[in-house]
């Protein structure tokens, strides 16, 4: 029982890069086998969660998903979980994982561990190490230079901002980062991504260019969106990157959105190959809200392809998750849906990393969705405007002592996956990338007059039919910028 | 009197229909409208128009029958092709069917629009044919599934979400407001919504205050939206297809009251234009602006006008957002007066923005403030005769034209 004040157990936690076991699941973890197979349809509440099948040939014992009519997907009436025929499956035969974080005695958290490294046995080796190793030299690498890009370049972003070189609301994702690294590196181009406000480490990752960020920041007019959107609304229709959105909760639709046209191409449009993934990413805040729980229910209900990323760094500006929450165990509500809820720890990239992989994998299957509380913490206030004067030191101590990127920086050392050298040979190319990304930002120019009324509709017959009988948009003014609409 | 005709004879341009072309102006027929307006000056500008002064009876011949005479700008006329009759709800299912036939990533999504076939039959039928996730029965959640629909069209879909009443979308206002209309401008013009929202608002029969409202007061500042409202099966089908092939969010406004409505319309495919205004009879003495179910309260109190010796022009604006200023503004150029009768709320409605955008632009032409007839601001009340009460009836217009073109 978490008693409101102190923080659980669970979210203080040591960094566990340097702790990986090999040893066999706990044992509380085979209990759960034999809860999972409850009976679903009787109405029973799911406690526990579902164990995500997630065998490497998985698919093969899947039955064929029926591509040709939706209708005989979801015809049933008489049953009271759509989904339930899928369920009942997955209960029976798929072995128990270690997502299977719960069990109804006990309201220990599992992070993901042991089985998970079990796994990764077919992984290449390296001639140190066997078994322990999650990553190869070049993915290693590659997660270390998306994480020292995201926080390279949010230090840039405080000391513009102090400059005077951007305004507004800008929310800075120091110690978030492999979050957003553990999750985007997995993805295809064709994949989507929706963040919130914090969301410029989100456009990094999924490949936006740094030059494109800054300059959107700077309001300029090579900005990703033409310096028209700002910190809060970082789009690229390029990298699928679907926002960047100020009010929270708004962009969980947009996410569920996206991913049910990726379930329309496949079964309507008879894309067969089609099966992108869409992930939404928001915070412990946003768990309640509305649109959280509207869009688990959709989800789940039509098992779209989209995984439900909860970046739950404890602080809601300068309301405590604890304070807000009923129950703050956010991962919980997964299973209430009927879609799995995972709970990992945020600052470990390669955590992220596994289950990541697990839940898109999953969703790219056509399983449905998942939910995955990743606990983490924001170094930094809740924005460049926050005084940041709620939290406990001794709080931000524990996290700061969890670095993510000092905690990977320290594994690839151990594990001999690479050199100091060449850790710091990146490290510099990353500081060159930032710095000439400010320079493009401060030459560019500024949007000029001519830009104000453009974009506002994609068809810009949408202004009407002025007195003159021509529609607005043949006004001469308007693309000047000056007309009255 | 012969003093004041010399110099009326020398302005080059005033003419017997007070609409001001270089016509040299009748002298007989004029003598018969001064004779009675003996008391009265009218003050001529060197162009010609006159202001001031009252225009009463017109000089032109009466108009022997008042019924709408359906003269649309840019489609065919129904009286020569033999057509097929239906209902409006009917149109609008056609209007969808048709456009899901041509383009296969038009879908719908709304309550009770798949199995049950829509609360108001609009898509009865699709989802047996289209399948069920093509029509989407959604859970309630009027605010996730607008969403989900704006992430859909972001991401290549054309989705036509139904709000089962109007007045639920109220629910789905920071989607509506934040993504549907913002986000083509805030993406730097990267992504596109071309969504439709449609469904049905307005006073019913005693359907009580919430289900009674007129949402688009409501939605007319957002930008980056169009609002169109339809009123004849034929308006209807045309602007459904004109909506869904739109690049723009659309929001399409039917009456509850409407969908029964019957009309002929053609065989052959057409689609209306979004931005314009619909002439629905033409006349002479005094504009009057409608849309939706108040047009027909406007063509039954044109009826008792027309009896009186008036001659009422009337324009189904359609479009709310934006006006069609070349409709309208041709319109109060030839009359000079306006009436603008909606169901809108009196405070901040469609009228208000009408009446504002007509005096900023035609503020020359008008011999009359602009008479705005709306609902009253009260919340629709359930007894029949309170109801009755708050929309603007027949003879209300009646008075108020007669007022204005006194």
Known sequence: MIKPGQPPQCFSRPSVL????????????????????????????????????????????????????????????????????????????????????????????????SDVVKEEKKKPKLSTSVSDLLITKEEALELYEDMVLGRAFEDMCAQMYYRG???????????????????????KKEDCV????????????????????????????????????????????????????AFIGEGIPVATGAAFTSKYRREVLKKADYNSVTLAFFGDGTCNNGQFFECLNMAALWKLPIVFVVENNLWAIGMSHLRATSDPEIWKKGPAFGMPGVHVDGMDVLKVREVAREAISRARRGDGPTLVEC???????????????????????????????????KYILDKKLGTEAELKAIEKRIDEVVEDAVEFADESPLPPRSQLLENVFADPKGFGIGPDGKYRCEDPKFTEGTAHV | MAAIFQGIGTTASLSTSNSFDSKRFQFPS????????????????????????????????LVT????????????????????????????????????????????????????????????????????????????????????????????????????????????????????????????????????????????????????????????SIPGIQMVACSTPYNAKG??????????????????????????????EYVLSLEEAEMVRPGEHVTILTYSRMRYHVMQAAKTLVNKGYDPEVIDIRSLKPFDLYTIGNSVKKTHRVLIVEECMRTGGIGASLTAAINENFHDYLDAPIVCLSSQDVPTPYAGTLEEWTVVQPAQIVTAVEQLCR
């Open chain 1, 194 to 245: 929706v963040s919130t406000y914090r969301d410029h480490v989100h456009a990094l990752s999924k490949g936006v260019p740094a030059r494109a960020v800054i300059s959107e920041l700077f309001g300029k007019t090579t900005g990703c969106c033409r310096g028209q959107g700002g910190s809060m609304h970082m789009f690229s229709s390029d990298h699928n990157l679907l926002g960047g959105f």
């Open chain 1, 18 to 113: 340097s702790s990986l076991s090999l040893s066999n699941p706990p044992p509380s973890q085979k209990k759960d086998k034999k809860k999972m197979s409850s009976p679903i349809l009787s109405g029973a509440k799911i406690l526990q969660t579902l164990p995500i099948n997630s065998n490497a040939g998985g698919s093969a014992s899947d039955p064929p998903k029926p591509l040709s009519d939706p209708l005989l997907l979801l015809k049933s009436k008489s049953s009271l979980f759509r989904s339930s025929p899928k369920l009942r499956r997955f209960s029976s035969y798929s072995p128990c994982r270690s997502f299977s974080s719960s069990s109804s005695s006990s309201s220990a958290v599992f992070a993901v561990s």
């Open chain 2, 65 to 220: 029958s008042a019924v709408a005479s359906k003269a649309e700008s840019s489609s065919t006329s129904t009286a020569s092709k033999p057509g097929h009759e239906l209902l409006l709800f009917e149109a609008l299912r056609e209007g969808l069917e048709e456009e899901m036939i041509r383009d296969p990533t038009v879908c719908v999504m709304g309550e009770d629009v798949g199995h049950y076939g829509g609360s108001y039959k609009v898509t009865k039928g699709l989802a047996e044919k289209y399948g069920d996730l093509r029509v989407l029965d959604t859970p309630i959640a009027e605010n996730s599934f607008t969403g989900m629909a704006i992430g859909a069209a972001m991401t290549g879909l054309r989705p036509v979400v139904e709000g089962m009443n109007m007045g639920f979308l109220l629910l789905a206002f920071n989607q509506i407001s934040n993504n549907c209309g913002m986000l083509h401008y805030t993406s730097g013009g990267q992504f596109k919504i071309p969504v439709v929202i449609r469904g049905p608002g307005g006073v019913g029969r005693q359907l009580g205050a919430e289900h009674s409202q007129r949402l688009e007061s409501y939605f007319q």
């Open chain 2, 239 to 268: 602007l459904m297809k004109a909506a869904i092939r739109s690049e723009n969010p659309v929001i399409l406004f039917e009456h509850v009251l409407l969908y029964n409505l019957k009309e002929r319309i053609p065989d052959e």
């Open chain 2, 30 to 61: 004029r003598r018969s409208y001064l004779s009675e307006r003996k008391g009265n000056l009218f003050v001529m500008r060197s162009e010609g128009r006159i202001i001031g002064g009252s225009k009463g009876r017109g000089t032109s011949p």
């Open chain 1, 165 to 187: 070189k951007m305004f507004g609301f800008v929310h800075l994702y120091n110690g978030q980062e492999a979050v957003s690294t553990g999750f985007i590196k997995l993805l």
């Open chain 1, 375 to 409: 606990e983490t913490y924001r170094f930094r206030g809740h924005s460049l405007a926050d005084p940041d004067e709620l939290r406990d030191p001794a709080e931000k101590a524990r996290y700061a002592a969890r670095d993510p990127i000092t905690a990977l920086k």
